[in-house]
């Protein structure tokens, strides 16, 4: 984690294109939160990467004065943990959607948590598909009635919390976009996390399903006294669905996934020939 010696200011960090999300959008909050937290950590912008895959989401690394790359549907995680395998100096973040994250980028959320890839991971979840016009997502509730779905939606809901847990995650915490102050403290935490850090942050679409109401009134913080060192203790909260807490579930330290390929680096040795391992395949 590269630093500045001076002090920005959020403003410094917002580049010349304006955000198109619809007025009221939780993203705006998500994006506050960011820019908070690059300043509070003095994070120097020319060694930050912020990695996006589709959707509404996925336009946020043009908003943020730093390094970005939109990429495909799905693959915000590959991509990231080429960046930061490429380049370890570098602040990595991936940003997604619920629909992004969870639907068709789902098969590469146990690797990147199981490898411990040293990324903060960003998933804006409003349950439902805003940027294609208001389809159920993977998160959406069951019974959930909308133009998408106007005899309601029968798929039962997956559990970000839960599956992260269970694919082993070192830090798992979840936020809300209208409580940006703690937002920001949790995308603190993931950055200084070394290793794969998740963070979902509950983030309305006000313009196909507006939550704000029904998360102000069912979500609350993780008790002090918890353990965030207790993976038990940590998924019998994931798992009490009808109250969504707010704070760090989970936080262990293990090698990072490039401190593994260095390790690997280092047995294989400066006689390494990529020509003689090639040989080795050969008939």
């Known amino acids: 984690m590269i630093t500045l010696t001076e002090t920005l200011k959020p403003k410094d960090l917002k580049s010349d294109v304006k955000p198109i999300w619809c007025p009221g959008c939780g993203d705006f909050g998500v994006l506050n939160a960011l820019l908070k937290a690059l300043t509070d950590l003095k994070l120097d912008p020319a060694h930050v990467a912020i990695a996006s895959g589709i959707g509404c989401s996925g336009r946020f690394p043009a908003f943020v004065n730093a390094y970005g790359f939109h990429g495909v549907h799905g693959r915000v995680l590959p991509l990231a943990t080429g960046i930061k395998l490429a380049n370890p100096e570098l602040t990595v973040f991936a940003v997604g959607g619920d629909g992004d994250a969870f639907s068709i980028g789902a098969g590469h959320l146990p690797h990147a948590a199981r490898r411990n890839v040293d990324i903060t991971y960003i998933v804006m979840d409003n349950e439902i598909y805003g940027l294609t016009k208001g389809q159920p997502s993977p998160t959406s509730p ?142």
């Open 142 to 283: 069951l019974g959930m009635e909308k133009k998408a779905s106007p005899y309601g939606t029968y798929d039962a809901p997956l559990n970000p919390i839960a599956m992260v847990l269970s694919h082993g995650a070192t830090f798992v915490a979840r936020g809300f976009s209208s409580q940006p102050r703690d937002l920001t403290e949790l995308i603190k935490r993931g950055v200084q996390h070394p290793g794969f850090a998740f963070i979902q942050a509950i983030s309305p679409c006000v313009t196909f399903y507006d939550t704000y109401a029904r998360f102000k009134e069912t979500t609350t913080p993780i008790a002090e006294d918890h353990d965030p060192a207790d993976r038990l203790a940590a998924m019998k909260l994931a798992l009490e669905t009808n109250v969504q807490y707010l704070g760090v579930f989970y936080e262990e330290e293990r090698m990072s996934h490039h401190g593994g390929v260095g390790q690997v680096r280092d047995k294989a040795g400066a006689d390494f020939s990529l020509e003689d391992l090639l040989k080795r395949f050969e008939r």
